[in-house]
């Protein structure tokens, strides 16, 4: 499928990632498919109630898709383990990722998460948390992190991502540019954190260093305003974090990620329009928002919006979406092998 044929309607789609309620194939589900051509879905507990089920959600969005002449979905979900594990028994549950102390822990556990994530037809997990947290105080990622070390963090992550992605589920590091220093809920309201870029990059970036080294299919921005990096958007949606940094400095050209912009961390301070054009300018190819309501719709037109009065920022979108294809060839293809070029 070749994205100089695609549609601005399938360009701005493509961009997005949607959760959605139920636990099958639905009419909300299909519009968004067939209407807003929307690249991913992120699965939740409330989606799902058994293997059998969830394999027959996958497939029958797989098939709609199909159907509507679009690309096979992104289909992920939060599977670190611990805290963070949306599947339970009699899916394996592991402990969390303060309980992998070496190489042989890490490899059996993105070797069974990915066996079981992609039997389902999930090919995406947002993890590993690559996040540092602080021996010395009450970090938001306490119990999520693998570590107070960046080079073990580094280690420990990038065996996860390597063996989950040799078992066909595209990894997700999370949160750039790290949130282990950081004591507020995102989910709640917008944290801050007081650390120029020297010192960001000293602590919390080696692990993300290493993940892009090694190949990580995509890496999740955090919702934190880095007061001296960038004192007015937070990295979900800063063009000085997410392009002139990781794109850039860091030579990333995997996929980039933004968290759930239903979190109040974004949502209680900015405008989804607001929010879709910075996105756009800052070149992170997938929005994502978790939940059912009309921003998804908005997103949707903004990003059409954007691309109508833009021309540049349209030529960067087929970038994106040339960029997004490339993993959905290589991590969708077998479900659809006549689907992608």
């Not at 979900?77 to 303060?98: H, S």
């Not at 990622?141 to 595209?170: C, K, N, W, Y």
Request: hydrophobic residues 40%; negative net charge; proline residues 5%.
């Amino acid at each position: 499928m070749d994205t100089k044929t695609f549609s601005d309607k399938q360009l701005a789609g493509q961009r997005l990632m949607i959760g959605f309620d139920g636990t099958m194939l639905n009419p909300d589900l299909e519009y968004s498919i067939k209407e807003l051509k929307i690249g991913g879905i992120i699965l939740f507990s409330r989606n799902i109630e058994s293997p059998s089920q969830l394999k027959n959600l996958c497939q029958s969005v797989q098939s709609f898709a199909q159907a509507c002449s679009q690309p096979p979905l992104f289909i992920s979900i939060d599977q670190e383990g611990g805290k963070v594990a949306r599947l339970k028994e009699p899916f394996t549950c592991f402990p969390g990722n303060p309980s992998i102390k070496n190489k042989d822990d890490a490899l059996n556990f993105a070797r069974i998460t990915a066996s079981e994530l992609s039997k389902t037809g999930i090919n995406m997990n947002m993890a590993p948390v690559m996040d540092v947290s602080p021996k010395d105080m009450n970090s938001i990622m306490t119990g999520r992190t693998f570590s107070h070390d960046p080079e073990i963090v580094s280690r420990l992550g990038t065996a996860v991502i390597r063996e989950m992605q040799a078992g066909g589920v595209m990894a997700v590091a999370k949160h750039f540019p790290g949130i282990g220093r950081t004591i507020i809920d995102s989910h709640l309201d917008l944290p801050f954190m007081d650390a120029d870029l020297a010192d960001i990059q000293s602590f919390d970036i080696p692990p993300f260093y290493a993940a892009a080294a090694c190949g990580a299919a995509g890496i999740m921005l955090s919702h934190i305003l880095y007061t001296r990096v960038d004192p007015v958007w937070p990295a979900s949606l800063s063009i000085e974090i997410a392009k002139k940094l990781l794109r850039d400095e860091m030579g990333f050209d995997g996929l980039v990620i933004t968290d759930d912009l239903d979190m109040g961390a974004v949502k209680k301070h900015y405008k989804i329009s607001k929010m879709i054009e910075q996105i756009l300018k800052a070149d992170i190819d997938i929005t994502l928002i978790c939940h059912k309501g009309p921003d998804i719709e908005t997103a949707f037109e903004e990003i059409l919006k954007q691309f109508k009065n833009n021309h540049e920022l349209r030529e960067r979108g087929i970038i994106s979406a040339n960029r997004i294809m490339r993993f959905k060839q290589q991590y969708c293809k077998s479900q659809f092998p006549d689907c992608i070029a």
